[in-house]
């Protein structure tokens, strides 16, 4: 049995995973559940993710429950395959790169999560600009703080001259960004790191128009 990654294709969370997969050369099927219609809570899905989100990770082993959470998944790919390398070979600079895509993955994205904006309309009443400007507000915390933390260690790339964790994480989210209407134009270094990005095989293949369920859309 091969990995089969669980995600839909304007998923954020399971982007990272794909862009992951695609740099180490991983081939897997993928499974889509549909995040309008509420697939991901389906009893079915709860079983292989109880919290009923995307990304999970089958890994293909006998006996073995899907992995969840995807930075988790990312640190597992690399765990168990090694080469090419997401994360530097020396502590403090894995601790630095956990530090960049957690700022984004812990502390941006989720609060620009499609349940959160649900919650936002459905159950305090914002409107679209009260909602833009919750969104502009937050990615615009977390993208100046790693445009500075790039400015330190970036050669490049994020951290040094190759892509890697920190890279998993912010292509989807300049990509949110500018579907929501977040001006870039304050962060260079990080714009500059999605343009070398998109021109690399692995991200375009992991690009969400590039997925079969994209064209269900």
């Not at 459905?122 to 445009?147: N, P, S, T, Y």
């Amino acid at each position: 049995m091969g990995l089969t990654l669980h995600g839909y294709w304007r998923s954020g969370a399971a982007w990272r995973v794909r862009i992951a997969l695609a740099l180490k050369g991983l081939a897997h099927d993928a499974c889509s559940h549909d995040l309008r219609s509420g697939a991901q809570r389906d009893a079915d899905y709860r079983r292989l993710n109880p919290q009923g989100l995307v990304p999970a990770l089958d890994p293909g082993m006998a006996g073995e429950a899907p992995l969840t959470q995807s930075l988790a998944i990312i640190e597992w790919l690399e765990e168990t395959h090694p080469a090419p390398a997401l994360l530097p070979g020396d502590a403090l600079g894995r601790a630095r790169v956990r530090a960049m895509a957690q700022v984004i993955a812990c502390d941006v994205h989720p609060l620009g999560n499609l349940r959160v904006l649900q919650a936002l309309k459905g159950d305090l009443g914002a409107d679209d600009a009260q909602v833009h400007a919750w969104l502009a507000r937050w990615m615009g915390e977390g993208l100046a703080a790693l445009e500075t933390m790039v400015a330190r260690w970036g050669q490049g790339f994020a951290y040094g001259d190759a892509p890697g964790l920190v890279e998993c994480c912010l292509v989807p989210q300049l990509y949110a960004a500018r579907r929501f209407g977040v001006g870039l134009e304050a962060w260079p270094r990080l714009v500059e790191i999605d343009a070398r990005c998109a021109m690399l095989s692995a991200f375009a293949a992991a690009h969400p128009a590039a997925q079969a369920d994209a064209d269900q859309a």
